[in-house]
């Protein structure tokens, strides 16, 4: 079982940057590949960008790509999102995600993570 916890959320002005942050508890975290969804108001989850279990590999969706960088540290169960450039159209509901893949590095599908956070709010306005 994996707890996960956001914070660093809240409001920016566009062209502005935020970084967003997931505290887990539970056993193994280590072993879990690590993502971030979003999800805007009358829109289906997204898929922001994932980190395997060692940080070794990254992935992201083209819409953040060059923008957005997840990283984590294993020492303290976090994972984060730095978000530079922000656009209104990142705005969103965050959600941390992980999910036990041992056989892939990295996992895109929301079907594919076990453990969600609770989402913490994004707004990109001036």
């Known amino acids: 079982q994996v707890q996960l916890v956001e914070s660093g959320g809240g409001l920016v002005q566009p062209g502005g940057s935020l970084r967003l942050s997931c505290a887990a508890s539970g056993r193994a975290f280590s072993t879990y590949c690590m993502a971030w969804f979003r999800q805007a108001p009358g829109k289906e989850r997204e898929f922001v960008g994932a980190i395997s279990w060692s940080g070794a590999t990254t992935f992201y969706s083209d819409s953040v790509k060059g923008r957005f960088t997840i990283s984590r540290d294993n020492a303290k169960n976090t994972v984060d999102l730095q978000m530079n450039s922000l656009k209104p159209e990142d705005t969103a509901v965050y959600y941390c995600?992980?999910?036990?893949?041992?056989?892939?590095?990295?996992?895109?599908?929301?079907?594919?993570?076990?453990?969600w956070g609770q989402g913490i709010q994004v707004t990109v306005s001036s």
């Open positions: 995600a992980a999910a036990f893949v041992p056989q892939v590095s990295i996992a895109t599908l929301a079907t594919d993570y076990d453990y």
